[in-house]
């Protein structure tokens, strides 16, 4: 039994890593790409989020409780793996390491992320172009801004490989090793954008 409640407990953590949080992660870098064109065009954007109807029941049920067991779930599994990449230092090894990794550092950077912005918009700031320039004034926070997002877009595109193996999809070595050249283009598009967007507040 015991086994079998981990086994569907995996299986749901990668699903909730996909969808929805995986897709909001994409949809959130979207949105705030528009930064790249000028002040104005990030503020529409983040106002159109933030008036969409039944914002609050979507932000908890769609983003923050599915977040709250992948984190939780992802936690158990980074401490209780064993990682082997000194003994058994093959590629999939390595990123098994990396994915646990940048799970750990993506929950900090999120945890603080939403205290910066959801947190203090409660408190009645406005989360607009200025709070982000304001954020991204430190050179210190460029750089844990740069590590914390590239560390989540990685932790997303490298658990899109572990989703299609996990849910049966991609089972022959080849089709694995096409996902991990997809996986990886993933990343290195969504890394691009991250980065962009980043530097427009600077």
């Given at each position: 039994m015991a086994g079998s409640r981990d086994f569907i407990n995996r299986r749901i953590h990668s699903l909730l890593g996909v969808i929805p949080i995986g897709l909001f992660l994409v949809q959130h870098l979207v949105v705030n790409h528009f930064a790249t064109r000028d002040a104005?065009?990030?503020?529409?954007?983040?106002?159109?989020?933030?008036?969409?109807?039944?914002?609050?029941?979507?932000?908890t049920f769609v983003i923050y409780l599915p977040l709250l067991f992948h984190a939780v779930f992802g936690l158990y599994i980074t401490f209780q793996a064993k990682n082997n990449v000194s003994r058994y230092g093959y590629f999939r090894n390595a990123m098994f390491l990396v994915q646990r990794v940048t799970g750990v550092i993506t929950l900090i950077f999120i945890a603080w992320h939403v205290w910066e912005t959801r947190v203090q918009a409660a408190f009645g700031q406005e989360v607009n172009f200025d709070m982000m320039a304001d954020i991204l004034s430190s050179?210190?926070?460029?750089?844990?801004?740069?590590?914390?997002?590239?560390?989540?877009?990685?932790?997303?595109?490298?658990?899109?490989?572990?989703?299609?193996?996990?849910?049966?999809?991609?089972?022959?070595?080849?089709?694995?090793?096409?996902?991990?050249?997809?996986?990886?283009?993933?990343?290195?598009?969504?890394?691009?954008v991250s980065v962009r967007t980043i530097f427009a507040f600077i």
């Open positions: 104005e065009a990030f503020n529409k954007a983040a106002h159109f989020m933030e008036s969409l109807p039944f914002r609050i029941f979507l932000e050179p210190f926070m460029v750089a844990f801004y740069l590590v914390g997002v590239l560390s989540a877009v990685f932790h997303f595109a490298n658990g899109l490989w572990s989703f299609f193996v996990s849910w049966g999809l991609t089972v022959s070595p080849r089709s694995q090793k096409i996902t991990t050249y997809v996986t990886m283009a993933v990343f290195v598009a969504l890394a691009i």
